[in-house]
């Protein structure tokens, strides 16, 4: 149960529809694709495990506004930074993680 991944640009977040099983969980003898098109430079795809996304923070729960600004904040920087700047809003609370915290992004 993992969310699913984005396309976050400048102004929007575009959730990406899961459109087959993950791989090795079924057989299956075709998959389907889709092609979305991508701003270099402007676009970053971002997919995390819910590890990350249910962070307590402020005795709220984290929500996906807050990866999207955070994100979108960071356009201009690498990916690592990026991703550095996720984790330490995620640990911000001090206390540990009850579950994984995964996360991928790709500029």
Do not use: C
Not at 85 to 106: E, K, M
């Amino acid at each position: 149960g993992h969310p699913h991944a984005f396309r976050v640009g400048r102004t929007t977040a575009d959730r990406l529809e899961a459109l087959n099983p993950p791989l090795g969980l079924a057989e299956f003898g075709q998959y389907e694709e889709r092609e979305l098109a991508w701003s270099a430079g402007q676009d970053t795809l971002l997919m995390f495990t819910d590890g990350l996304s249910e962070t307590m923070r402020a005795d709220e729960l984290w929500s996906d506004d807050l990866f999207f600004e955070t994100v979108r904040g960071a356009a201009d920087l690498p990916a690592r930074d990026l991703i550095d700047r996720l984790f330490a809003i995620a640990s911000s609370s001090g206390a540990p993680s009850a579950d994984d915290r995964t996360a991928l992004v790709l500029k």
